[in-house]
């Protein structure tokens, strides 16, 4: 079965550069949602988006933003990156399931680092 | 706040002994609870869900178990193997009232040969 596909897999920048990381979500999942994860760390919601209109936020910070596309892919833009920002970024999509629940499903993760 | 959390940081457990990985959640509104794993480099995986209008149910291997009453959540693993190393997440959510996902403080299964 198609899962979630996060590209890149892995990116190296700068200080104070700017990233952009894309989420295609499992085919017909309405809703994507994005998480970082820094080491031995739980995942940390970020932003999440419903039909293409943001539907939660999370601990984003101001120098990140996201939308999610008419083809609902999402993508993840992040400027000024600094050290901190080192980390694994997951996307995960859902759609409403016959027991009314959305369950989750990760892709593998941008693993972002900050030289 | 809002928080997830588990007992225990490190499970190590025998091949073929079960294993139990407990969770404790904050939020009284939170009926649908989600159990992940986590390998190394890769995103969690679904690995059974439960919704607060049952207290258990089973999957291959797996039961989750859930207490309303003292806002706990457990995850049995039956005959654990050498490939059920990884770490585990459990994962609260409020399905009437947000989309978003909490997770707790993961648990790092080791199975001993």
């Known amino acids: 079965a198609a899962g979630v596909i996060q590209s890149p897999r892995h990116l190296i920048k700068e200080k104070r550069e700017t990233a952009t990381l894309k989420c295609y979500p499992i085919p017909r999942h309405d809703t994507v949602y994005w998480y970082q994860q820094g080491p031995g760390q739980d995942p940390q919601f970020l932003i999440s988006f419903y039909e293409k209109m943001q539907s939660d936020k999370g601990s984003i910070p101001d120098r990140f933003s996201a939308q999610q596309f008419s083809d609902y892919h999402s993508e993840l833009n992040m400027s000024s990156l600094e050290l901190g920002d080192s980390a694994l970024y997951f996307c995960?999509?859902?759609?409403?399931?016959?027991?009314?629940?959305?369950?989750?499903?990760f892709g593998d993760g941008t693993r972002l680092s900050i030289l | 706040g809002e928080s997830v959390g588990l007992h225990l940081p490190t499970l190590s457990v025998q091949e073929g002994d079960n294993s139990i990985i407990n969770c404790a959640y904050s939020?009284?509104?939170?009926?649908?609870f989600i159990w992940y794993k986590q390998e190394s480099g890769k995103g969690p995986q679904f690995i059974i869900d439960i919704r607060s209008n049952m207290d258990k149910r089973q999957g291959q291997r797996v039961t989750v178990l859930l207490n309303k009453t003292v806002k706990h959540l457990s995850l049995q693993i039956a005959a654990t193997q050498p490939g059920d190393s990884a770490v585990y997440f459990c994962?609260?959510?409020?399905?009437?009232?947000?989309?978003?996902?909490?997770f707790g403080t993961g648990t790092r299964l080791k199975v001993l040969a």
């Open positions: 994962a609260e959510n409020w399905t009437s009232g947000t989309y978003k996902y909490i």
């Open positions: 939020n009284s509104a939170s009926d649908y």
């Open positions: 995960a999509s859902s759609s409403m399931g016959s027991r009314g629940i959305r369950p989750q499903h």
